[in-house]
């Protein structure tokens, strides 16, 4: 049957029904090819509306008994609404010979309209697509630190892309190819208005490629005021919220062009650095006496043993060696400084929040104008921050407590307040005991005379 007949028997359908409800004879064969593309149009957004339904309906019933990732995003992305809207151009552009001549202003509007509408419809659902597919590999627990919402945003700037020229091509009458070949007069245009796109493209595949930044890392960029954890990486930015809450995006490409620490490493280690020092007054570093040595045994278990260890290999003539490492590393007998420092080391080996797994060592770092600086040198077995915060602050009170035990004072800059108590003391006009703010050491009485 001639594609012809078909349209002209609907079309005649179509004047009686209108005739039947009242509308002149006359004035419906002059809208004839108005008419027929009414009826297009109708008959095509009609089956998909029908398809949409069909489609959706066996999506649900699918969900309702099991639950399936992909079809959820489908349904949250409105995924099968926006392939079912690309159904009306397919079926206008196909019946359009039916009611219009080619050579018709009329058919080349609608042809011209129906593509642009079709192709429109084809970016919302490509991005549609691409989301699903985005959320499906985000599932996946081998992808799941990877940027995989940066390179969902590249193909969807790809694929915009692509349909634009089309589209335009469209409207003009031209080759795609054509037009793309003529954009070279205005590339340098085109590089300035998508210049963070394509410097966001190039650091997206940096940035996957080196692995340099995963979602949830710790990162710290001091030029952009940048601490804290990566909550999201686009094809442009990259957002991290900062420790005291606050929200910094940055762009893509300066974690590639600037400096970035990234504190990954230390969460996927065994353990938390902790490098603190203070110094020591120089002038209250001496050597050991017997006296010294014995009344320190009593200090610590530990350290007692230490101490007589140390005093059998000075007596054999043992000296710290290849075959006999052990000794001068660990502190010495010999100054109150070294006692202390194995006493450091020993409080290190032995707190219940420290990593022995990994480097620990207590150390004198060069002399400066204030005094000896004494560095401790370990890692805290827990990583969360409040909680390393606090082994850490433990272990230097913990030490700063103890100096004065070793005959040790750290370096203190007085004050004024300092000044005029010291000159107070030592013109003998004031009773220390009516001074508040003296150090526990000053003021506890002495074994000999029980003086202070």
Request: proline letters at 3%.
């Given at each position: 049957m001639d594609k012809n007949v078909i349209a002209l028997t609907l079309l005649e359908w179509i004047k009686r029904f209108l005739s039947w409800i009242g509308i002149p004879r006359d004035m419906l064969d002059e809208l004839d090819e108005i008419l027929f593309l009414i009826l297009i149009v109708a008959i095509a957004f009609i089956l998909a509306a029908i398809v949409h339904s069909i489609t959706v309906h066996v999506i649900k019933r699918i969900l309702k008994h099991k639950e399936v990732p992909v079809l959820?995003?489908?349904?949250?992305?409105?995924?099968?609404?926006?392939?079912?809207?690309?159904?009306?151009?397919?079926?206008?552009?196909?019946?359009?010979?039916?009611?219009?001549?080619?050579?018709?202003?009329?058919?080349?509007?609608?042809?011209?309209?129906?593509?642009?509408?079709?192709?429109?419809?084809?970016?919302?659902?490509?991005?549609?697509?691409?989301?699903?597919?985005?959320?499906?590999?985000?599932?996946?627990?081998?992808?799941?630190?990877?940027?995989?919402?940066?390179?969902?945003?590249?193909?969807?700037?790809?694929?915009?892309?692509?349909?634009?020229?089309?589209?335009?091509?469209?409207?003009?009458?031209?080759?795609?190819?054509?037009?793309?070949?003529?954009?070279?007069?205005?590339?340098?245009?085109?590089?300035?208005?998508?210049?963070?796109?394509?410097?966001?493209?190039?650091?997206?595949?940096?940035?996957?490629?080196?692995?340099?930044?995963?979602?949830?890392?710790?990162?710290?960029?001091?030029?952009?005021?940048?601490?804290?954890?990566?909550?999201?990486?686009?094809?442009?930015?990259?957002?991290?919220?900062?420790?005291?809450?606050?929200?910094?995006?940055?762009?893509?490409?300066?974690?590639?062009?600037?400096?970035?620490?990234?504190?990954?490493?230390?969460?996927?280690?065994?353990?938390?650095?902790?490098?603190r020092e203070f110094a020591l007054k120089l002038d209250c570093i001496e050597p050991c006496t017997p006296e010294f040595l014995e009344k320190m045994k009593t200090f610590d278990p530990d350290l007692s043993k230490f101490i007589t260890e140390k005093q059998k290999q000075a007596a054999e003539g043992h000296v710290a060696n290849t075959e006999n490492p052990a000794g001068l590393v660990d502190g010495t007998i010999d100054t109150n400084a070294g006692l202390f420092r194995a006493y450091m080391a020993m409080y290190l080996n032995r707190h219940p929040f420290v990593n022995t797994d990994l480097l620990s060592m207590v150390r004198t770092l060069a002399p400066t104008e204030n005094g000896l600086p004494m560095q401790v040198y370990c890692f805290s077995s827990n990583k969360d921050w409040p909680r390393y915060e606090s082994i850490q602050s433990e272990i230097m009170e913990h030490f700063a407590s103890v100096l004065p035990v070793f005959g040790l004072y750290p370096y203190q800059r007085p004050d004024a307040r300092d000044v005029v108590v010291s000159g107070l003391l030592e013109s003998g006009k004031i009773d220390w005991t009516a001074v508040e703010g003296l150090p526990w050491h000053f003021v506890q009485p002495s074994e000999k005379d029980g003086k202070a």
């Open positions: 959820r995003s489908l349904v949250q992305y409105r995924v099968v609404r926006n392939l079912t809207a690309l159904i009306p151009p397919l079926i206008i552009s196909a019946l359009l010979p039916f009611a219009f001549d080619h050579k018709s202003g009329w058919y080349v509007i609608g042809e011209k309209s129906t593509w642009i509408y079709f192709f429109v419809v084809l970016i919302f659902s490509l991005n549609a697509i691409l989301n699903t597919v985005g959320d499906a590999l985000r599932s996946k627990e081998e992808l799941q630190n990877r940027p995989m919402k940066g390179f969902i945003q590249i193909f969807q700037v790809i694929f915009t892309f692509v349909i634009i020229v089309v589209i335009v091509s469209i409207l003009v009458g031209k080759s795609p190819f054509n037009l793309i070949t003529g954009l070279g007069a205005f590339a340098a245009i085109l590089l300035l208005v998508f210049r963070d796109a394509i410097l966001g493209l190039v650091a997206g595949v940096l940035i996957s490629q080196n692995d340099l930044v995963r979602l949830g890392d710790w990162i710290e960029m001091t030029d952009n005021n940048v601490n804290g954890i990566v909550t999201d990486i686009t094809l442009t930015i990259v957002k991290v919220q900062n420790f005291d809450n606050t929200i910094v995006s940055v762009p893509s490409y300066a974690l590639v062009s600037g400096s970035v620490i990234n504190w990954r490493g230390m969460s996927d280690s065994g353990g938390r650095r902790i490098m």
